[in-house]
């Protein structure tokens, strides 16, 4: 008999600002989950066999979609179901059914709503656009609100406070770098937007769980 250590592959998901909804199949049963926005990295068990398909929304995209405010699911991953009822049941359905990856993608695609952006979720993307080294101030005027609104408003659409999501959104962009650039890290940091190496070093390891030296090795 096979140890379920066997079984199994360790993966470290790391925070990106981002939420998704993932279909699982091919060992057990099949779900679809929504994945919320994350504070700090995630070790998944993934079991050999195991196929995922998900949809992924940008910061500030997903609450519209789920009907339901952003912080409600962070750091979480409850049902789909929970959120659609028999909407995601019936989508569930049908993608079970499915023969390929390319087909269960399309019809999560399908399964999203459509609609214009709002003036939070287009200073959110240019937040992100400038990778997160930013003054709050200026995403608020960006978004046409008062810094108490947009910190209110993007609490409540991407499930994180305005500074906790320019951390994230910043790592992502350090670690970008880190895989690119060899050897000492001081000139990154600074590029980066970091006081200096030890606030970087401090933030990639609540992001990673690992210095920028050792995620590189």
């Known amino acids: 008999m096979q140890h379920s250590e066997e079984l199994a592959v360790r993966h470290r998901v790391l925070p ?6 993932i279909f699982t199949t091919g060992s057990g049963k099949s779900t679809l989950q929504v994945v919320g926005a994350m504070t700090r990295f995630q070790d998944v ?12 929304f940008h910061p500030g995209m997903w609450a519209a979609q789920l ?6 699911i962070t750091d979480k991953q409850p049902a789909l179901e929970d959120f659609w009822g028999k909407r995601a049941r019936s989508l569930l359905a049908r993608m079970e059914d499915c023969r390929s990856p390319e087909h269960c993608t399309s019809l999560l695609a399908e399964s999203a709503s459509s609609g214009g952006s709002t003036d939070l979720q287009r200073a959110l993307a240019w937040m992100r656009a400038q990778h997160g ?23 409540e659409q991407t499930g994180l406070s305005p500074k906790l ?6 790592f992502r962009y350090a670690l970008s770098r880190v895989h690119e650039e060899p050897g000492e890290h001081a000139g990154l940091a600074v590029d980066c937007g970091y006081f200096d190496q030890s606030h970087f070093i401090a933030d990639f390891q609540r992001f990673s769980g690992r210095t920028p030296a050792s995620f590189r090795r």
Do not use: K, Y
Request: with cysteine; hydrophobic share 45%; aromatic share 2%.
């Open 165 to 170: 999501l320019a951390r994230i959104l910043r």
């Open 16 to 21: 990106d600002g981002c939420a998704d909804i």
């Open 133 to 155: 080294i930013v003054a709050l101030d200026d995403v608020a005027r960006e978004a046409s609100l008062s810094p108490r609104q947009f910190r209110r408003l993007c609490h």
């Open 45 to 56: 068990q993934m079991l050999r066999g195991q196929s995922l398909v998900g949809m992924r």
């Open 67 to 72: 009907g339901a405010p952003g912080d409600l």
